[in-house]
């Protein structure tokens, strides 16, 4: 004898869909008329649906980036600058260095340094 409810049939193709169009569980749930927790379980323990959802979040990234490469080719420079970060490793951070005389080292002494700290120590350990 079957235990509980009759499983509830899923338009796997429909999940690909909304799967690709990068849908949460909550939204998913929502256009197929079934509580999130039904997602979540289908997610674990029915395969047919696992590979619907997951490749239509694959193919959803993929027509993504395929659009922003578009864009990119476009010439549209805020798109170039954000891939180049992603995907070449480029950042917006600027190094700065700060020298002594002629370029050399900044001379410090130890006791200066040894001095400068218990200053900075003493400066926070006062009440204002």
């Known amino acids: 004898m079957a235990r509980g409810r009759p499983r ?7 999940v ?5 169009m ?8 929502a256009v ?11 997610k674990k323990d029915d395969d047919e649906f696992c590979t ?4 239509g979040k694959e193919r959803g990234k993929a027509s993504l980036r395929r ?16 891939l180049g970060k992603q995907y070449l490793g480029q950042s917006d951070k600027t190094q700065q260095e700060i020298s002594g005389p002629d370029g050399g080292p900044i001379p410090v002494t130890l006791d200066e340094l040894q001095e400068r700290f218990r200053n900075a120590r003493d400066s926070q350990e006062r009440p204002d």
């Open 8 to 14: 509830i049939k899923i338009d796997y193709k429909q």
């Open 16 to 20: 690909e869909q909304l799967a690709a």
């Open 22 to 29: 990068q849908c949460t569980d909550e939204e998913i749930a």
């Open 32 to 42: 197929l008329g079934v509580e999130r927790s039904t997602i979540k379980r289908r």
């Open 52 to 55: 619907a959802y997951k490749k």
């Open 67 to 82: 659009m922003q490469f578009k864009v990119a080719e476009g010439g549209n420079a805020t798109m170039l600058i954000w």
